[in-house]
């Protein structure tokens, strides 16, 4: 179970971060393959965006597009070793805010100011009490028409309640948080003061739906609707076809070498 103290001595200390985190787009082809062929088309309703919120950045991996898609970012992050490598490789992009936090907070950011709180491949290492936490306050920090694009775990679902362990036919191959799931966090909007639009329950890495994408929005915002849910059995067979298209065309420079 990732502690707050675990994932601050994981990413301050323990990770190297030889390649800025985009070692973990690798089954996408690399980084912007996986923004531009997996993310964006999920993300392209709630962007551009005035103020965007990004929440646990590591050293980068997203920001570099996000930026572009906005007034104003703000970055969060419980590692001061991940804000400072962003600090360093966005110094000339002034619209940034960089801030370190305790690994649950977010008041440094002012209540209805985010057009778009965003987190992938981040909070899929924090356990339940950190997210709902986070969640609550979204409540208050978006702006009336906000959503919050939040990739979480969903490894609560193949918990034996009997034990409180994982099922014996299941791995948690990606330090996933096993008191999350996608039910927990739908079930807990309304009690916080949200709206939950859509969930899409993907397979990270293996057979199992480990990995959940919720968007969330204020209730009575213009995107609020009734919960669609899609279980995606196919998400790793959509990154290897990402791939295989990647090496056809030009994905940027960003995805070659990294250079600002």
Known sequence: MPSIDQNIKTWDQSYKWDEQGDEWSRSWGGASPQWFG??????????????????????????QFLRELCDDLILVDVSSQCIEACRRRFSTSPRIQYHV????????????SV???????????????????????LAQK???????FIHHSNMGEYVDPSTGELVATVRNRHWR????????????????GLSCVSQELINWGGEELNDTITVVTRPGS?????????????????ARYIAQV??????????RGRQE
């Open 38 to 63: 997996a993310i964006m088309p999920r993300l392209k309703s709630y962007v551009p965006a005035r103020t965007i919120l990004e929440i646990a950045p590591g050293f980068g991996r997203w920001t």
């Open 101 to 112: 936090n305790d690994g649950r907070s977010l008041d440094m950011v002012a209540d209805g």
């Open 115 to 137: 057009d778009l709180a965003f987190t992938f491949d981040s909070l899929v290492h924090v356990e339940a009490d950190v997210l709902v936490a986070y969640l609550a306050q």
């Open 142 to 148: 978006l702006a009336r028409d906000g959503v919050a």
């Open 177 to 192: 948080a096993i008191s999350v799931s996608a039910e927990l966090v739908r079930e807990q909007c309304p009690k916080i």
């Open 222 to 238: 213009r995107w609020a609707t009734p919960t669609v849910t899609l279980r995606n059995t196919d998400f790793m067979n959509e």
């Open 246 to 255: 990647a090496q056809l065309y030009d994905w940027g420079q960003l995805n």
